[in-house]
């Protein structure tokens, strides 16, 4: 026999032992089907499950706060594993909550604000360094103590040190600064 030949009846074989073995579990799990229902593949299972809280958000919803309610220890778990792996969203929430605090006009949403990062590409709006978790805040253009307000309209990203070398100034008199000391 041709060393081609033999290589053909070897992939036939192995063929039809795939197709045999297939045709063996489609039969066992349709007579099967009650027992096998928790051997479905987990990954398409959590994605189903997903996509089905997707589409009725309500319900979601309503099913997390249900959840929270009757596991208090396992939600407060939770919460904090969700908080150590997202400081940066961390920081954002802290930060809105201490401006609407401040009795300023106007909210914002996580979502708003990665945008407006992406609007930014990640740099300072002022002096156009990059920014990491840890340089980055969020500055009013127009200063609350000037009657600025929390929408994100009025935020923009800002390096550390140019929020607090611009502090009350408006991104006009800030930037007339930044020209001037170079
Ligand atoms: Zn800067």
Same mark, same amino acid.
């Given at each position: 026999m041709k060393d081609e030949?033999?290589?053909?009846?070897?992939?036939?074989?192995?063929?039809?032992?795939?197709?045999?073995?297939?045709?063996?579990q489609r039969e066992y799990y349709d007579s099967h089907k009650?027992?096998?229902?928790?051997?479905?593949?987990?990954? @398409?299972?959590?994605?189903?499950?997903?996509?089905?809280? #997707? $589409?009725?958000?309500e319900k979601a919803s309503a099913n997390a706060k249900r959840w929270h309610q009757n596991n208090p220890d396992k939600a407060?778990?939770?919460?904090k594993r969700w908080q150590k792996s997202n400081p940066d969203k961390v @920081?954002?929430?802290h930060k809105r909550k201490?401006?609407? #605090? $401040?009795?300023?006009?106007g909210n914002f949403t996580l979502e708003e604000w990665n945008a407006k990062l992406e609007e930014y590409n990640y740099k300072c709006a002022y002096c156009g360094c990059?920014?990491?978790?840890?340089t980055i805040t969020v500055d009013h253009r127009i200063p609350l103590s000037r009657g600025g307000t929390n929408y994100i309209g009025n935020l923009v990203p800002a390096c550390?040190?140019?929020?607090?070398?611009?502090?009350?100034?408006?991104?006009?008199?800030?930037?007339?600064?930044l020209e001037g000391s170079v």
């Open positions: 030949d033999r290589f053909l009846r070897f992939l036939s074989v192995l063929i039809i032992h795939r197709m045999l073995k297939r045709a063996r009650e027992q096998c229902k928790g051997y479905v593949d987990p990954e @398409k299972a959590r994605e189903a499950t997903r996509q089905y809280w #997707k $589409r009725h958000p407060k778990e939770s919460v @920081k954002i929430i201490a401006f609407r #605090k $401040r009795n300023a006009e990059e920014l990491n978790s840890d550390k040190s140019c929020n607090s070398k611009k502090h009350t100034k408006t991104p006009e008199e800030y930037l007339m600064q």
